[in-house]
């Protein structure tokens, strides 16, 4: 009787392992394309996880049925839709970034990597502090905020369910093409062509764009050429009647009430909020041998420029560090040599230069270098999302209409204040560091709020007020893109 036994054991040993033979063949040969997209779709995939720009990140949902009631719950009033733009208006730009400059013969081809943050900084001489420190250029923000964007947490392919509607159009880069070309019919194309394809769809109707918004990394000025003289500058795009009706966001607003600004990139880009802590607590201790310190160079050819009275100053002074920025001078563009140098300072003066703002603001803010600033214009009718109302708590404010108004002594006014006042506005600056800088969209963690989660409540809050003006029956143009002729003024007082 045993040996039946062995022998339908045998024969159903040598089914199984001919049957397990089968299937592991046809695993073997399967096509997995057919699960992870054409195969151009996996090159991108794996080009994005190496940080390759020409790639947008993808939002990663989970699409579960307990998530999206979660996901409800969470997001309600908060989703935001993207238009899928014709790829001439935002990656073909990329694709061509050899013809891109800014302003010089310099290439933008290398700040592209990195999602938009540039070449990692590898040797910082022990000027930073981990690898979260990037080569980062100002005009990349299209794109760094693009990848942010798509790494909201409230995005929806459901346009109905979108409080607000992004359209990334990297306007800045596309006007970098053609800014010093003088036919304004080749400088208005792109502007005017955008807002053709957009005011065609139907998420435009519901609000005729006033939930729309875009982003850029020039400043609003460079779009609002008032008149069709080829002499002026920029393009008229956000004067045309479907562009007033969307916020822009800027690293510089202008006098319109439908631009707002939001802090340039800095070179810092953390993945989480261990890493802020650490720099913060860094920026607390340091030694600042130095009094102030000035990062720039001359405007002779802007005649009410402070920028020459200023360096005179800080080259006279003992206790100011002069960073000289002009051809031939230190190389301002290297990330390590001018944090060194401002973290080294206590106060680091910021006057206008070729506009109101610049990026070394935010470049002494995180450093620890207490701002000062000479017009209200280069700070505090600008950031008015990001920074403290009470200027005073953050900064110091000499105000200089022109060169006939510049102080006799900067140093003897900072000398003036009095060391309480120096320590509690450090204070307040290197608390402002989270909401200044745009950390890295690949963390995972959502452990502090950043300056683009700061500006993107802020887009919400005003769609929905313009949704609040609607439902009440009123008119949601009024207010909404009028001109602020006060924006600029110097006030009476500060604070």
Known sequence: MEKPIMGKCSNEFWLASFVSFVLCFVLLCFDYTTLLGSADERVTFKVNQQENP???MKNKTNLGTQYHSFKDSVCSGRYIYIHDLP????????????????GTHSSMCPYLVNLGFGPEIDNSEGVLSNKSWFSTNQFMMEVIFHNKVMQYKCLTKNSTLASAIFVPFYAGLDASLYLWNPNITVRDSSGKDLLRWVSKQPEWKRMWGRDHFLVTGRI?????RKTDNVSDWGSKFRFLPESMNMTMLSVESSSWKNDFAIPYPTYFHPSNHIEVLQWQTRMRNQNRPYLFTFAGAPRPELEK???????EQCQASRVCKFIDCSSGGKNCDNPVNVMREFQSSVYCLQPSGDSYTRRSIFDSILSGCIPVFFHPGSAYSQYIWHFPKNHTKYSVFIPVKDVKGMPESIEKILLGISKDEEVGMREEVIRLIPKIVYSNPKAKSESFEDAFDIAVKRILY????VRRVIREGGDPSLGFADGDDYKYTFPQKIG
């Open 54 to 56: 020409l790639g947008i």
């Open 87 to 102: 790829s001439r208006f935002n990656q073909d730009l990329l694709k061509n970034c050899k013809s891109l400059t800014r």
């Open 305 to 311: 420029s402070i920028r020459g009275k200023i360096i």
């Open 220 to 224: 609003s000025w460079d779009f609002r």
């Open 462 to 465: 005003r769609v929905e007020d």
